[in-house]
Nanobody, 120 residues
């Protein structure tokens, strides 16, 4: 299973970005999907997750109300819509496929990461 994340970039505080992650080489609809992020000098942390069927979503408190995770099983793609971005959202964002969880070890498949930089 291969994951390819894209959509990162530089944005001003208060702005928006949408990340995408395309999954190939496996049955996309079998996996829960998650987005994690890792800021410089910090551990990778959970941001959002969505069940394989899409109706249930979960968010870290730090992004709740600002970020929205969604998936399109027909396109093998998961998205992370990020609004009202803050400088503390600056990180490399990773998509992952696995079982629904907030722990990195529950996701066996990972994308390469896409950098999001939020300027103040």
């Amino acid at each position: 299973v291969q994951l390819q994340a894209s959509g990162g970039g530089l944005v001003q505080a208060g702005g928006s970005l949408t990340l995408s992650c395309v999954v190939s080489g496996g049955t996309f609809s079998r996996y829960a999907m998650g987005w994690f992020r890792q800021a410089p000098g910090k551990e990778r942390e959970f941001a959002a997750a969505i069940t394989w069927s899409g109706p249930s979503t979960y968010y870290a408190d730090s992004v709740k109300g600002r970020f929205t995770i969604s998936r399109d099983n027909a396109k093998n793609t998961v998205y992370l819509q990020m609004n009202s971005l803050k400088p503390e959202d600056t990180a490399v964002y990773y998509c992952a496929a696995g079982r629904l969880a907030t722990r990195t070890k529950d996701y066996p498949y990972w994308g390469q990461g896409t950098l999001v930089t939020v300027s103040s």
